[in-house]
T-cell receptor
Framework: DAGVIQSPRHEVTEMGQEVTLRCKPI?????LFWYRQTMMRGLELLIY????????DSGMPEDRFSAKMPNASFSTLKIQPSEPRDSAVYFC??????????????FGEGSRLTVL | QQQVKQSPQSLIVQKGGISIINCAYE??????FPWYQQFPGKGPALLIA?????SEKKEGRFTISFNKSAKQFSLHIMDSQPGDSATYFC??????????FGKGTRLHILP
């Protein structure tokens, strides 16, 4: 079975440019999560969706970040404009659970973003 | 109160030894404590999880010990192998809230 698929795997961009990260969750999963991983802050939850509806976006750092889930098989995380401090690995994860904690999270392989 | 504090930040263990990673939490309402394992270039994957109604859970060489009164839980890896070298994250959550992850422990097993 295909796991969570993220693209691109690597992105290098210049400050001020728009960045769009994409995620395809596991088919049948009804919850989708976006995490950011850095050495300093570890794994931070940015936002999660349940049945395509954003449930908790309190982790989104600022208005430059936005996320959408137009259907059950696709989600995007957009950063506009990007800044060097946004450099990190961004993970998408999905699960079968209705809530954020009652099921196993299946992570993608991540998108490594470098903003110069 | 929402934090999960993990230690050590990094750990080096000889092959065959016991690796121990510790976590502490403040929120007594947490009711689910998973551990995730992450290999370089990969996303984290669930390794083992425990709920506070038991004090220990064992799966193969991996054991979670849970001390509810001390608000601490730990991961023990028995007979550690080079293939266990990875980053390990403890986590906690309650009810419908999001999972809170520790900052991770980079484990290196010497061959």
């Amino acid at each position: 079975d295909a796991g969570v698929i993220q693209s691109p795997r690597h992105e290098v961009t210049e400050m001020g440019q728009e960045v769009t990260l994409r995620c395809k969750p596991i088919s049948g999963h009804n919850s989708l999560f976006w995490y950011r991983q850095t050495m300093m802050r570890g794994l931070e939850l940015l936002i999660y969706f349940n049945n395509n509806v954003p449930i908790d976006d309190s982790g989104m750092p600022e208005d430059r970040f936005s996320a959408k889930m137009p259907n059950a098989s696709f989600s995007t995380l957009k950063i506009q404009p990007s800044e060097p401090r946004d450099s990190a690995v961004y993970f998408c994860a999905s699960s079968l659970a209705q809530t954020a904690n009652t099921g196993e999270l299946f992570f993608g392989e991540g998108s490594r973003l470098t903003v110069l | 109160q929402q934090q999960v504090k993990q230690s050590p930040q990094s750990l080096i263990v000889q092959k065959g030894g016991i690796s121990i990673i510790n976590c502490a939490y403040e929120n007594t309402a947490f009711d689910y404590f998973p551990w995730y394992q992450q290999f370089p270039g990969k996303g984290p994957a669930l390794l083992i999880a425990i709920r506070p109604d038991v004090s220990e859970k064992k799966e193969g060489r991996f054991t979670i010990s849970f001390n509810k009164s001390a608000k601490q839980f730990s991961l023990h890896i028995m007979d550690s192998q080079p293939g266990d070298s990875a980053t390990y994250f403890c986590a906690a959550s309650r009810g419908n809230d999001k999972i809170i992850f520790g900052k991770g422990t980079r484990l290196h097993i010497l061959p």
